[in-house]
Each structure stands twice: as C-alpha cells, then as structure tokens.
C-alpha cells in the first residue's frame, strides 16, 4: 500500500494547514494511523497516532494545537495544524497499518511532505 501526503507548504506563524494522506488503495481495516515529523537536525518525531474507536495520542509540542482524525474515508487521514509556530517547520510523513482487502497486513510510510512556518 503507497502513501501520498498532500497540503504541505509555506505558512506564517499563527496560521493553519491540513495534510492529507491517501492509500493507493482500498483498506479492510486500518489499525494505526499517524504522523510524524523530521525537524532540521532532528530525529524522527511522533506527532500524532490514533487507533480508530480510540483517543489519539500527541506529541508534547503538538497537544492543542493538532488534530488527527480520518479523512472521510476507508483509506485516508488528515492532520489539521493550528497556530503554527517556526518550530513546526519539518518534512511531515503519514503512516498506516492495516489489513488489506486481500486479507494482507501492512504498515506503509508516505514519502514526505515539507512544511515551514515562517514570516
């Protein structure tokens, strides 16, 4: 299963953005979803991980700020960004795991999308 990260791009601090990301293909059942973040220098971060029917977990610099929910459908998720700040400048990956329709398991990273929050 590919991942495709789309909504990324340049934003002033305080504004909003909201990332999505598409399976290339219709999924049985989705067991994880999230995404993380690679600031300059850093290592790979989580920002948001949810499992469905349950409570989404946050990074601490993200919390009341980010929201991750599903996208409106059986393959997709979104990250919505609130107040932005110069410290959420990152390249943003999706992550999925789940069943396929094909009754296979799998855990798939996006490539990446870049976000910077600067004035």
């Known amino acids: 299963v590919q991942?495709?990260?789309s909504g990324g791009g340049l934003v002033r601090p305080g504004g909003s953005?909201?990332?999505s990301c598409a399976a290339s293909r219709s999924i049985r059942r989705v067991e994880r979803m999230g995404w993380?973040?690679?600031r300059p220098?850093?290592?790979r971060e989580l920002v948001?991980?949810?499992a469905p029917g349950n409570?989404?977990?946050y990074g601490d610099d993200v919390k009341g700020r980010f929201a991750?929910?599903?996208d409106g459908s059986d393959r997709s998720t979104a990250l919505q960004m609130n107040n932005?700040?110069?410290d959420d400048t990152a390249i943003y990956y999706c992550y999925l795991a789940g069943i396929t329709n094909q009754i296979r398991g799998f855990a798939s990273w996006g490539q990446g999308i870049q976000v910077t929050v600067s004035s």
């Open 68 to 70: 991750i929910s599903r």
């Open 41 to 43: 220098g850093k290592q």
């Open 17 to 19: 953005l909201r990332l």
């Open 48 to 50: 948001a991980t949810m």
């Open 36 to 38: 993380y973040r690679e």
């Open 84 to 86: 932005l700040r110069p």
């Open 3 to 5: 991942l495709e990260e």
């Open 55 to 57: 409570t989404p977990d």
